[in-house]
């Protein structure tokens, strides 16, 4: 998976779980077997097969080879949202919400050719803003 699908894909997360918030304030009761958050863990991580004749350390090691790309995947597009959110709130930014901005993200990142929509991006203007310069 590229790490601008699971960017999106975490968008996705960040937006539900600000809905189940939402709802839970409500005193709703939530089924959350079927969460993205579980979806995208389960299409990022890999299956890792150890072989039957392996010692703990290889069957560690060959765990944590396969495994640390996708964790470094999933921090990174957690991280690069997070900023992207915290820049807007230290700016004093009422003008945009943290549902508009993920979704003026989303849009960024769903143009492929778009330089701004790459992690190191650092454009965190809200819908219709201006650079801010």
């Not at 900023?83 to 549902?99: I, M, N």
């Not at 929509?117 to 203007?125: C, H, I, K």
């Amino acid at each position: 998976m590229e790490q601008r699908e699971i960017i999106l894909r975490a968008i996705g997360v960040l937006t539900e779980t600000q809905e189940m918030v939402r709802r839970l304030s409500d005193g709703e009761t939530l089924d959350t077997d079927l969460t993205q958050l579980g979806r995208l863990v389960s299409e990022v991580f890999p299956t890792v097969e150890i072989p039957a004749g392996a010692t703990a350390e290889q069957a560690a090691e060959r765990t944590i080879a396969a495994l640390m790309p996708a964790s470094v995947s999933l921090v990174e597009a957690f991280a690069f949202l997070f900023t992207q959110l915290a820049k807007v709130h230290d700016e004093g930014r009422g003008d945009v919400s943290s549902t508009e901005l993920l979704q003026e993200i989303a849009l960024r990142m769903s143009a492929p050719d778009d330089p701004e929509a790459s992690p190191g991006a650092e454009d965190a203007d809200g819908p219709d803003t201006p650079d801010a310069g």
